[in-house]
């Protein structure tokens, strides 16, 4: 059984920082493409970040420069660390694995909620 839990939300002024995880159980950690979601009240969830089997990442434009995804592969766990917060950061934030050729994930966490003030 494939799961997901999520950890690091919390809340924090603008210009902060958090760390989330994601800590995955029931697959072969390394070769599945993971990524990070997340949603705000009333909007589409939204593609953050996905790190690929081979180590190559991708980024949302919104978040280029400020958020960096990576992965332990030892510990079987994913990581978000965000930099330079925005109250536009503010969401649930979830991880995902099993990336499919269509972009679809299929395995999510719970989520972890971020809020961030101005």
């Known amino acids: 059984q494939v799961q997901l839990a999520e950890s690091g939300g919390g809340s924090v002024q603008a210009g902060g920082s958090l760390r989330l995880s994601c800590e995955v159980s029931?697959?072969?950690?390394?070769?599945?493409?993971m990524g990070w979601f997340r949603q705000a009240p009333e909007k589409e969830r939204e593609g953050v970040a996905v790190i690929f089997s081979d180590g190559r990442t991708k980024y949302a434009d919104s978040v280029k420069g400020r958020f960096t995804i990576s992965q332990d592969n030892a510990k079987n766990t994913m990581y978000l660390q965000m930099n330079s917060l925005k109250p536009e950061d503010t969401g649930m934030y979830y991880c995902?694995?099993?990336?499919?050729?269509?972009?679809?994930?299929?395995?999510w966490g719970q989520g972890t909620q971020v809020t961030v003030s101005s």
């Open positions: 995902a694995a099993g990336r499919n050729s269509n972009g679809e994930f299929r395995y």
């Open positions: 029931g697959v072969v950690f390394s070769s599945y493409c």
